[in-house]
């Protein structure tokens, strides 16, 4: 957790949660299954976890910690990813799954240089590491730490993603994730692509004997999302990735096709946005 006692603030124009938040919480979440974070979801956490108890009262309470969360993924679905890392970050275990959501996005959209980009990464893997060690049960926490894993590995070599471990660490947190909400469409499609992404770069026979990779169980968990989340822009679009990368020949109409849905979608946030212009420049 953070090492500072002092309080943590939400912008002092805000009272309370930020404006209709929680009436868009279900439809922004439905693919990710996060609790609405509010003061009872703290106490319930801090009563499991008495160091997170204390970290709570000695800034400034359940409440206060709640309005700077639900700050933090307002600013997230406003498309503020750098300003949900800091507040996110500034929560620590509690606020690892909005900060490691939002630097995994900001790795795909930002400007800064490519070494900028894997120190931010190198930021949230610490802080996903720290987190799923005081909030082990938090499937999100799991998640956003493999989805951060898994956006640092495609910055790097895949010599030196093998050398580090981190196919199997990724595997891991997913896996955690699913066994702790089995209906999360996001883990689902993460580890999807977990398993087309190891076929492409190490073929069907070292990928299968090293990690278990395999088509068929890329193309389960690519539907299970599917049927989890079929309105979803970015289930549409990762799943016509990973069905690219197992193979383009035999895929490629049905990847096109759900293009053409994520295309058609309507945004709920700034990062469904971006998903839904991704789309739009990948139809033909």
């Not at 939002?102 to 190198?122: G, N």
Request: glycine share 8%; proline share 5%; charged share 25%.
């Amino acid at each position: 957790m953070s090492r500072t006692n002092a309080p943590v603030r939400a912008s002092t124009a805000r009272r309370g949660p930020p404006p209709r938040l929680h009436e868009r919480w279900a439809r922004l979440h439905r693919t990710d299954r996060e609790p609405w974070p509010e003061e009872r979801l703290l106490g319930r956490l801090g009563a499991g976890h008495p160091h997170l108890a204390s970290w709570i009262d000695a800034h400034g309470g359940a409440a206060a910690v709640a309005r700077v969360l639900q700050e933090a993924w307002q600013e997230f679905h406003a498309g503020d990813f750098v300003r949900a890392v800091r507040l996110g970050g500034a929560l620590g275990a509690l606020g690892a799954a909005v900060a490691n959501k939002a630097a995994a996005v900001d790795s795909l959209y930002s400007r800064r240089s490519a070494a900028a980009t894997l120190s931010a990464l190198e930021s949230a893997i610490e802080r996903g590491e720290r987190a799923v060690g005081e909030l082990p049960e938090h499937a999100n926490t799991h998640y956003t730490l493999a989805l951060v894993l898994g956006r640092y590995s495609q910055r790097i070599s895949i010599a030196a993603a093998l050398a580090k471990g981190l196919a199997g660490r990724v595997r891991t947190h997913l896996e955690r994730a699913l066994a702790l909400e089995p209906r999360h469409a996001e883990a689902h499609l993460a580890f999807g692509l977990f398993h087309a992404e190891i076929l492409a770069k190490l073929g069907a026979l070292t990928a299968g004997l090293a990690y278990g990779a395999s088509q068929r169980e890329a193309l389960e968990h690519f539907r299970r999302a599917n049927a989890l989340a079929p309105d979803s822009p970015i289930v549409h679009m990762e799943f016509a990735h990973g069905l690219m990368l197992l193979d383009a020949a035999r895929y490629r109409a049905q990847a096109q096709a759900l293009y053409r849905d994520a295309a058609a979608c309507k945004p709920a946030d700034e990062m469904e946005r971006l998903d839904i212009e991704r789309a739009k420049a990948g139809l033909p």
